[in-house]
């Protein structure tokens, strides 16, 4: 069992982010898997046969085991660009790399490469991050980062409303909080220890899972990736059901919005899934918020729009 520490001041500097580097490293994992979620099934079909162009990236992302903790530097703000995290990547020192590599189990002669000339090697990797990125997620960037920003905002309701230690307590059940030291399965991650005032940065993500990851390589805050809540919704949305007796008052497309805001969803993400303009959902959700059915938040670039509880009551009361 791996125990982390924690002190006031640790539960004090805990946050939450969304990492595009984290979804790239999550997501190469469940690819090299033979036992990926039937839910990204199609998206694998479609991205698993760019892999053998980047034997480098490969090499240090296996299915299992140890991922080098270069690859994944704290994000630097909540929603930071993939840009900006491939930036700080390619900062890393070669002491660093080396010792990072030091721990992997399989060696490859790209990985040789990289230890032999980490200046050389952060080229040719950062790259290849760049074309794993355009093939497999960036087309999909918009709706996978509505879903994380729409977890990170319930996190943070939560942190506002319960404190830190609920949010832990709660986080996944593969975690585990108590008198003040947060306990993971050992096999998940890496060695026992105190956060030392770093702090804990909370990422979520769309491909790990069931369990978490763990980077823990001081001094940078302690990093857990954990599964996001509604990925679900992610490649596929059943329907919304919408009560006609709701559809008679507030007409069907302000109804039909209300249904789809089971889960926070940006103003984009709601037309997508919806089928209405963009400039249809702006509008009909302005009338719904100055109504007090709906509100929003920022999260990032992007403001989220979420049910009341008055719409929690009139859905509930309509489909009774």
Known sequence: MLELAFSARDL?????????????VTSLRALQSERIRPLHLRWAARTRPHLHELPLLTALVPAQGYVPDFLNPPAPS?????DAELAAVTRTGPERIRADLGRLTRWTPDVQALHDDPAAGLTRLADELGRYWEVALAPYWPRLRAVLEADVLHQSRRFAAEGAAAVLRELNPHVEWGEEVLSIPKSLCGSSGSLAGRGLLLVPSAFVGPSVLIVNAPPDAVQ?????RGVGTLWEQAPARVPDAVAAVLGKSRALLLAELAEPASTTELARRTGLSAAGVSQHLGALRAAGIVTSHR???SVLYQ???VADTLLAAAAG
């Open 78 to 82: 909540a929603v930071p660009s993939f």
């Open 307 to 309: 049910r009341t509880a």
């Open 299 to 301: 999260a990032g670039r």
């Open 224 to 228: 857990m990736c954990y599964p996001t």
């Open 12 to 24: 004090a500097r805990t946050r939450l982010a969304v990492s595009p580097l984290w979804e790239v």
